[in-house]
Structures are given as structure tokens and as C-alpha cells.
């Protein structure tokens, strides 16, 4: 069963007449998690951004996005505000900028949260403690008293990952969650975002440059050139039978990228990562 079904979802820059994503329809099944990757200006972004209805400016979209069924189109901003983080939860790439600088971690996460929950203080500190440890964040209520610079960038990424398990949506669109850290919290993060599936179940879409990352966490996976999808399939499928020379390209220069990090490294393999 699919929880989401984007029926040709149109976009364009409505100050320049610039279409970005002229025809794209594609589906996302109960439970599982289909990554989008491509290169950098195809439009992944904007197509996640299209579904929570976050586009600012002047970009412009049409077409049918069904959430479980309900026309997410036809809602009312007040309407879609209610489907934002309950049902529908972005986790962006830089998590510095997804919270207030000016406010403690903890007042922004119970602001959010009281949007969904009529959770008492301390049920708030309770269920985020609990989602804060899960993912490795240790001392949490000390945490939640800390302002966004006090903490690493893949502290802050963890953060959002905590809040996406307190709210328990139906669906996580995550864009490019690892792409601001370093390598070791990059493969934290990841993990984490595994776990997430394991214990929660939920569907996601996941957007990302590093095709080693998508092959541990997707199912299946679109490809996106200049604002087509141009291949689409299983996670296996596309490893090793894709059809379109771009998606050979990207394979074929992460396996090589692989093999020199590997020969760097002494012969260490990497080919599962
Ligand atoms: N707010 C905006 N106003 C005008 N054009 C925009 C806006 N946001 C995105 N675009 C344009 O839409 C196109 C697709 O951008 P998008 O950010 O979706 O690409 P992407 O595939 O996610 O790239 P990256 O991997 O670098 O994040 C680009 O040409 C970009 O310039």
C-alpha cells in the first residue's frame, strides 16, 4: 500500500517562468524508505520540499500529493500546518539552522511538540528524555537547557532525530541529514536514522548525495537529473542493473571512489558501506 502517491507534481520559479520539475509522479509504500539522490541543483529539494508545501518565494507548484489517501493539495495552509510534524516530519540537512539560535534547545522542542500533544512539563521532559537517549544523547535535561551553538552539528542532527521519535510521524523526509558533518558523525547519524526505521516502522524519504549511505538504508531509490526522474527501482536493482547511463555514472564513480579509498587505506574494503 502506498502512504504517499505524487501525481505529476509540477514546479516552477513563478518570478522568472523557470520551470524546475515539469512532470514527476512517484510513489512511497507503507514502511519503507525511498531515497532520491542525484546531483547537486536537480531538484530534490524542492520535489520534498513540494510535499510538506515549504517552498518559499516566488516557487510555485501543481499537481496531486495523496497522504493516506487525502489530497494534501486542496488543504488550507491552517489545515496543513496540523499535518506538518505529526504526520508529515522534515529533518533538514544543517541542524544549526533549524532551531532558533536565541532559544534553549528545550523551549523549541516543547513548542513543537504542544503544537501536537497536551502533554504536561513534566510528560515533556520525560518522552523527550527518553527519545534523546535513545539516539545516544546523553544527560538530555542538561541538553535540553543548552542553546543550539553549545552543541556539535551531529549533536544537533541527533536532536532532530529525537524530536521526529517524540512526535512519531507517519512519514520522515529527510534531506541530506548527514551532508553537514564529518565522517564519524556522518556514520553515527546514519545508524541512528536505521535504528529510527527499525524501531518505529515509519515510511521516509531519504535525500542523499552519498550513494553508500542509500544502499544501507533504502529500499528503493529515484534518480534525479535536471529535474526528470530519469531511473527508479529497488536499492538492489539500481546497484547492479541500472539502465540509464546517469545512474551508471553515479554507481560507477561511488564504486570507484570506494576502490581508491580502499587502496589509500591498504586494502581495506569498503564496498558495504
Ligand atoms: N527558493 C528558490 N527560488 C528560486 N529557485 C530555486 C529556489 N529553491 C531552489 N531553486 C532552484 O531549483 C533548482 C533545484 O534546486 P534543489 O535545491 O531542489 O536541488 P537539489 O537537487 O536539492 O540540489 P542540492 O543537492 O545541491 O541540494 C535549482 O536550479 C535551484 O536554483
Not at 515549504?54 to 500546518?81: A, H, P, T, V, Y
Not at 553549545?150 to 521526529?164: D, E, F, P, W, Y
Not at 547519524?189 to 542523499?208: H, K, P
Not at 542509500?214 to 534525479?224: E, N, P, Q
Request: hydrophobic content about 40%.
Amino acid at each position: 500500500m502506498n502512504i504517499l502517491d505524487v501525481k505529476n507534481l509540477k514546479i516552477w520559479d513563478g518570478s522568472t517562468g523557470r520551470t524546475i520539475v515539469p512532470d514527476s509522479s512517484f510513489q512511497l509504500k507503507q514502511g519503507t524508505c525511498l531515497a532520491i539522490v542525484g546531483e547537486s541543483g536537480s531538484g530534490k529539494s524542492v520535489t520534498c520540499r513540494s510535499i510538506m508545501r515549504l517552498n518559499k518565494g516566488s516557487i510555485c507548484q501543481s499537481g496531486d500529493i495523496l497522504f493516506q489517501g487525502e489530497n494534501l493539495s486542496l488543504l488550507s495552509e491552517q489545515e496543513m500546518r496540523r499535518k506538518r510534524g505529526k504526520n508529515l516530519c522534515m529533518i533538514l540537512q544543517n541542524g544549526m539552522r533549524a532551531f532558533d539560535p536565541s532559544c534553549k534547545l528545550g523551549v523549541h522542542l516543547k513548542e513543537t511538540l504542544d503544537q501536537h500533544f497536551s502533554w504536561s512539563k513534566q510528560a515533556f521532559t520525560d518522552h523527550m528524555a527518553k527519545a534523546m537517549e535513545s539516539v545516544m544523547l546523553r544527560s538530555p535535561v542538561e541538553l535540553m537547557n543548552k542553546y543550539p551553538h553549545q552543541l556539535s552539528g551531529g549533536m544537533l542532527q541527533r536532536v532532530m532525530i529525537a524530536l521526529a521519535i517524540a512526535l512519531e510521524p507517519d512519514i520522515i523526509i529527510a534531506d541530506e541529514p548527514t551532508t553537514a558533518l564529518d565522517t564519524i558523525s556522518q556514520f553515527e547519524v546514519v545508524e541512528q536514522f536505521i535504528r529510527l526505521r527499525e524501531v518505529m516502522g515509519c515510511s521516509m524519504i531519504f535525500i542523499s548525495h552519498d550513494l553508500g549511505v542509500v544502499r544501507k538504508i533504502a529500499d528503493d531509490v529515484l534518480v534525479m537529473k535536471d529535474g526528470e526522474i530519469v531511473e527508479r527501482g529497488t536499492t538492489q536493482a539500481i546497484f547492479t542493473e541500472a539502465r540509464h547511463e546517469y545512474t551508471r555514472y553515479l554507481v560507477s564513480s561511488k564504486l570507484a571512489l570506494s576502490q581508491h579509498f580502499a587502496n589509500v587505506m591498504g586494502g581495506i574494503a569498503l564496498a558495504d558501506r
